[in-house]
């Protein structure tokens, strides 16, 4: 398997999308690039599980770019990577089929939309960034990706966002871009040490065997963690997350909250915790307090919203909170939970997304109490609506439950009284969840149907139930058969953080 | 040695010269010329320049080591020439209107020459002659938007702020004479010792006065108003030509001649490479003008090369080659643009910039292009340049001044995209209508647009420069 090719599909296909003229023409190829991304994909899921069990690295590929830094373009992937090339790839055919009338949209204010060309152009770009981003196993080489696909999210939300989304575009790409300072600070600092001890790399596994001295670390580590939290919207570094993912446009939001707060999730991990680990276990009280503080802050602030867009951002925030515990709690199970929530939250927060897009540019509201009664008229959009829900809430069969059941399983395995209380506050956030959860779906879908014009509405078109039938499958079937990808994940956390790790 | 071998080492000098020569030529015995062929005349012999200066390598010294030539100053020439290329190009469509187009390139070509004498000298007093030279044409050419006043008091300010920071130079220079017994860099070199006060004394009036030619904060004052009133073209030459040429001398000039006093000049170099790059952030910030916007960003783009200059390594200098050919493209394509809106509207301002894209879809796509790399933003070249001198500050350990680099990073990207968000987001009733761009224009844009975006992926490229460049 030539991995470059995930680098390579996306970027072809914003060329291919540069020469045509016509919109109708830009959306075919953004759907056709995004396929053969996903068949890429599931193409080297089955061809890593024919030969590896997620033990080691595979398919790499090195070239030297600059040869006088030390500076390779090297990539390589194993089953962390392969968890979020797949979510990824996933979202983004969800993404393109939601975005197929993005040219009459009434998702956004009237004024906006439009444009389809460069839109698909810049959901592409930023999809190149997060698959480059998620294989790179050089510092250099990832960094590159990562700023790649940060600035294109501040197009999309300001061209075709909605309410304040100047402001919600600015902030979150000055918020991400100061995440990505202090990722870069931190990147050089490890450049710095390894000159320092006479072999200058930016290479991951080289920098994994570099010693560093314990102040070193401590210096380090907050510096990467954090910078990479701010995307994970990290407590109190999430302001930009409500914001930006009530502002933007529907495929936005789900490649917004679906990959690029896994960007985050994926950098803490697999560059902070990975190349820092005894830092990483000193400052994890200080990480697991802020992580609980953002899941019950997340959990009570969505209690409050009337808007279901906002409602699900600041769930969000709330999830993600778990992807921080779960990698804090320092165990291989958890760590395994918190990947799985990576994945999860992913595809049930695009899922969300996707269909608060549909229902809005149906009746016109995100109001929750200006709805009800949808389920009547539009039975598909509701069953999703509720699929998705139940998901966010964690029930047994969807993929919420395996992961944050992993999570909770992991972080008790901690025997200190700490760690145990911790577990039992996020725990207890669910039942928040199940709160506003349940309260949404039975103000927007059930009951009497509030408006006059709402029993003309139409159900799902042809692309919403692709793009929602894609979703739900993935979301089915880490519910209910997890144990093929947890296996490898958990070889994989073997592998990476070994002794390091309970 | 032979006198074809000295024409082979001053190949620049001589070249541009007998361009010079021969306009004066022209302008005295021919009564009416077409200006097209005058222009065409003096951009093809640029290109010739660029083209004879790949041939061979001509390495030596002349006149008793005040001039001396190698690969890495021939390297810098070629930078500045093709700057200078680019400019003229981009001048063109302004230039056929000019009553006065002829003097212009009699004026601008004196000053390049100037910039390689005093790129090439191995002397001070060398140096001084060179920098005069480029100085006082320029002075003149920024006045040369004849009905503008403001024109007139860019240049004003100009040429005091420049006699201002030249006395401060000879001062430096004259003490250097009085302690070491020489001007010569080699003897200087030799000579000067660490303890001396009065040399140090020297060598602080001397950073003084480079400071001031390369606009570093806090000598930075006479920019946004010269930069402001300057006719484009001179604009951009200043931004980009007269700060490379000044740049270029001063690494030399440091290195080869102050390398002992590298711990002082280093803690010196630091904290105005930090001031300069917040300051000049913080200013561009509050800019409504896109002229003075740009000067105020070239302004901090100035801070992070002398990240470059401070690490006194050989991979820092390739950095700042880098860096400065990348801006140079940068600067110069958001200048063409400003100038081809400029030349068609005669606006101006930040704000009827609103609505471009819808207009002028490929002018504001160009545009992006040039502010993100000029934010470092990738794929564009900006970010390799960036990050390049950013990583040769990380080797040199300066990790307190790569914070606040790469804060500032963040704050530039803000006003950088207040741009971005003005043409591509923000509404307006009467956008700037759809106009013709001279071919000249059009062709500086699209050869600006390609270099940026494919730099950063022709690595052999930074190998070349990198096998130039040396440390301390």
């Known amino acids: ?502 | 040695m032979s006198l074809l071998n000295y024409i082979s080492m001053m190949r620049f000098e001589a070249l541009a010269l007998g361009v010079v020569i021969m306009l004066l030529l022209v302008k005295v015995f021919s009564e009416k010329m077409n200006a097209s062929v005058v222009l065409g005349f003096v951009n093809l012999s640029l290109v010739a320049l660029l083209g004879i200066s790949f041939v061979g390598h001509p390495h030596g010294t002349a006149f008793g080591g005040m001039f001396r030539i190698d690969s890495t100053l021939m390297l810098e020439k070629q930078i500045i020439t093709l700057a200078l290329l680019l400019i003229s190009l981009q001048a063109n469509s302004w230039l056929k209107k000019h009553s006065s187009y002829l003097e212009f390139y009699v004026l601008i070509l004196s000053v390049i020459i100037g910039m390689y004498f005093m790129i090439s000298s191995g002397n001070f007093l060398m140096f001084y002659l060179g920098l005069e030279m480029a100085t006082i044409p320029l002075a003149s050419l920024a006045a040369f938007d004849f009905d503008r006043i403001k024109s007139a008091e860019g240049a004003g300010k100009m040429i005091l702020s420049s006699a201002f920071s030249s006395a401060i130079l000879l001062f430096g220079l004259s003490i250097l004479y009085g302690t070491t017994g020489s001007l010569d860099f080699n003897r200087v070199a030799e000579n000067f010792s660490l303890t001396s006060h009065l040399e140090l004394l020297a060598l602080a009036f001397l950073l003084a006065g480079f400071a001031f030619k390369i606009s570093v904060v806090p000598f930075h004052l006479w920019t946004a108003d010269t930069y402001e009133g300057s006719p484009i073209a001179v604009t951009s030459f200043l931004s980009v030509v007269s700060k490379g040429a000044a740049l270029f001398i001063f690494m030399t000039a440091l290195y080869q001649v102050f390398g002992a006093a590298h711990e002082k000049w280093m803690n010196a170099l630091v904290l105005l490479s930090a001031l300069t790059m917040t300051i000049g952030n913080l200013f561009a910030m509050r800019q409504s003008n896109i002229k003075r916007f740009l000067a105020f960003s070239s302004i901090s783009q100035a801070g992070y090369l002398l990240i470059g200059v401070i690490t006194g390594s050989s991979l820092g200098m390739a950095s700042v080659f880098y860096f400065m050919i990348i801006y140079i493209f940068s600067n110069i394509g958001a200048f063409t643009v400003v100038s081809v809106v400029s030349e068609n509207t005669g606006k101006e301002n930040i704000d009827d910039y609103k609505g471009l894209y819808k207009t002028n879809p490929m002018l504001s796509l160009a545009l992006m292009v040039f502010l993100f790399s000029l934010a470092g933003i990738p794929p564009t070249a900006g970010f390799f340049g960036k990050l390049f001198l950013m990583t040769s500050g990380a080797s040199a350990g300066l990790i307190a001044l790569l914070i606040i680099a790469s804060l500032n990073m963040v704050i530039s990207l803000y006003y950088y995209l207040r741009i971005v968000k003005a043409m591509f987001v923000d509404k307006n009733e009467s956008p700037l209508e759809d106009f013709a761009k001279d071919n000249y224009s059009k062709f500086v844009l699209i050869f600006c647009v390609i270099v940026i975006l494919t730099l950063g992926f022709c690595n052999y490229i930074f190998g070349y420069l990198q096998s130039l460049s040396f440390g301390l």
């Open chain 1, 1 to 502: 398997m030539n991995l470059s090719l995930l680098i390579l599909i996306p970027f072809l296909t914003v060329l291919a999308i540069l020469l045509v003229k016509d919109g109708k023409m830009a959306r075919v190829i953004a759907l056709a690039g995004s396929f053969a991304q996903l068949a890429a994909a599931l193409f080297m899921l089955f061809s890593y599980m024919k030969l590896h069990d997620g033990s080691r690295l595979a398919f790499e590929e090195s070239h030297v770019w600059f040869a006088q830094w030390n500076i390779n373009y090297h990539i390589g992937v194993d089953a962390i990577s392969i968890a979020m090339v797949l979510l990824t790839s996933v979202v983004l055919v969800a993404g393109v089929l939601v975005s197929w009338n993005i040219e009459k949209s009434t998702t956004s204010d009237p004024s906006s939309g439009g444009q389809p060309k460069e839109f698909f152009i810049l959901l592409l770009l930023l999809a190149t960034g997060a698959f480059g981003f998620f294989i790179s196993v050089d510092l250099f080489t990832q960094f590159f990706f990562f700023e790649l696909a940060v600035i294109p999210k501040y197009l999309l939300i300001a061209i075709w966002g909605s309410g304040k989304k100047e402001y919600a575009a600015m902030k979150l790409v000055l918020m991400l871009m100061g995440g990505s300072a202090m990722v870069l600070i931190g990147i050089l600092g490890f450049y710095h040490f390894s000159v320092a001890a006479g072999t200058p790399t930016f290479d991951l596994l080289a920098l994994s065997k570099l010693s560093l001295t314990h102040n070193q670390q401590m210096f380090l580590f907050p510096l990467l963690f954090a910078g990479f939290g701010v995307l994970s919207a990290m407590f109190p570094f999430h302001t930009w997350a409500p914001d930006g993912h009530s502002s933007a446009p529907t495929a936005a939001s789900m490649f917004l909250a679906g990959i690029s707060m896994k960007l985050g999730g994926y950098g803490c991990l697999r560059v902070a915790v990975y190349l820092l680990p005894d830092a990483a276990r000193e400052y994890s009280p200080y990480i697991i307090i802020l992580a609980c503080i953002g899941i019950l802050y997340g959990a009570f602030v969505t209690l409050k919203q009337r808007d279901i867009k906002m409602m699900n951002a600041y769930s969000s925030v709330s999830h993600c909170g778990f992807v921080i515990l779960g990698i804090a709690m320092f165990t291989k199970t958890a760590m395994v939970g918190a990947v799985l929530q990576m994945v999860s939250h992913g595809v049930m927060t695009a899922l969300f997304f996707a269909v608060i897009g549909m229902i809005y540019e149906r009746s016109h509201t995100r109001m929750g109490d200006e709805m009800g009664g949808l389920m009547k008229v539009m039975p598909f959009l509701g069953s999703v609506f509720i699929i998705a829900g139940l998901t966010s809430l964690g029930l047994p069969g969807f993929s919420g439950f395996v992961a944050e059941m992993t999570v909770f399983v992991g972080s008790f395995q901690n025997a200190d009284l700490f760690h145990r209380v911790a577990t039992i506050i996020a725990t207890a956030s669910i039942v928040v969840t199940a709160v506003y959860i349940l309260r949404a779906v039975g103000i927007a879908l059930w009951g009497p149907i509030k408006k006059i014009e709402f029993e003309k509405l139409p159900d799902a078109a042809w692309n919403e139930k692709l793009a929602a039938g894609i979703l739900v499958v993935a979301i089915v079937i880490l519910g209910t058969m997890p144990f093929w990808l947890s296996d490898m994940i958990y070889k994989t956390t073997e592998t990476l953080f070994g002794m390091a790790v309970k």
